[in-house]
């Protein structure tokens, strides 16, 4: 498995570096199929953010679905330590959730039942942002993050692209969970229409489908 750590705003130490590698040794006993893992390490100068100046992102990159964790701390090792405890816990789940699909293959009953709460909404281009579309150029590259500010004013928007495949209810959860966001967006593969599954409490989650109607330019 290849380990590749890269610095935003700051430089990495060969001592760090080796720490990192030790640290995410234990990947292969959960995700043994994993093919590499992408850490970046990110410091914030502001001494108004001293308490979280230090921010560790781990990806790792399998046959799957990308599993992603993220932490921050005054300190870079701290940082890191908490990222890999939330990375582990993301891929135990993971295991955990396959187990669960076989048994369910089998016929053997789960300890445990997911409900989910379906909600759909039209889309009939009446809703806008006033003035985002136009200080918000959309990123351009796949997977990297592009931050802007609006206008003049304190608000920062982080936006990032990433490619997928139509998938259904089920599978998005499952990927919601491994990247640790509170939502997850996807393209649902029985309607392949966009949808938005997002977790509620305990064992409960939400989907919100659009109903979009797109327009299509004749060539």
Do not use: C
Not at 68 to 92: C, G, I, P, V, W
């Amino acid at each position: 498995m290849e380990i590749v750590v890269v610095g935003r705003h700051t430089e990495v130490a060969p001592r760090f570096r080796k720490h990192v590698e030790d640290k995410l040794s234990k990947v292969t006993q959960l995700a043994p199929y994993a093919q590499r893992v992408d850490v970046e390490v990110t410091h914030e100068s502001n001494p108004r953010q001293a308490s979280s100046s230090e921010r560790i992102e781990l990806t790792v990159r399998d046959k799957g679905p990308v599993v992603r964790a993220e932490a921050s701390a005054s300190d870079r090792y701290a940082a890191l330590d908490a990222a890999t405890t939330k990375l582990l816990e993301r891929l135990r789940r993971s295991h955990d959730r396959r187990k669960a699909k076989s048994a369910r293959r089998e016929g053997r009953a789960l300890p445990a039942e997911i409900e989910v709460e379906v909600e759909t909404v039209a889309d009939d281009g009446s809703l806008e942002l006033a003035g985002i579309s136009d200080t918000l150029p959309a990123p351009t590259e796949t997977d990297v993050a592009v931050e802007t500010q609006l206008g003049d004013s304190p608000v920062l928007v982080r936006q990032k692209v990433h490619t997928t495949s139509p998938v259904s209810v089920e599978e998005a959860i499952n990927e919601m969970e491994l990247a640790g966001h509170p939502f997850y967006l996807f393209i649902e593969a029985e309607t392949h229409q966009p949808a938005v599954v997002y977790h509620r409490h305990g064992w409960t989650y939400g989907v919100i489908r659009l109903d979009a109607q797109a327009e299509v330019t004749p060539t």
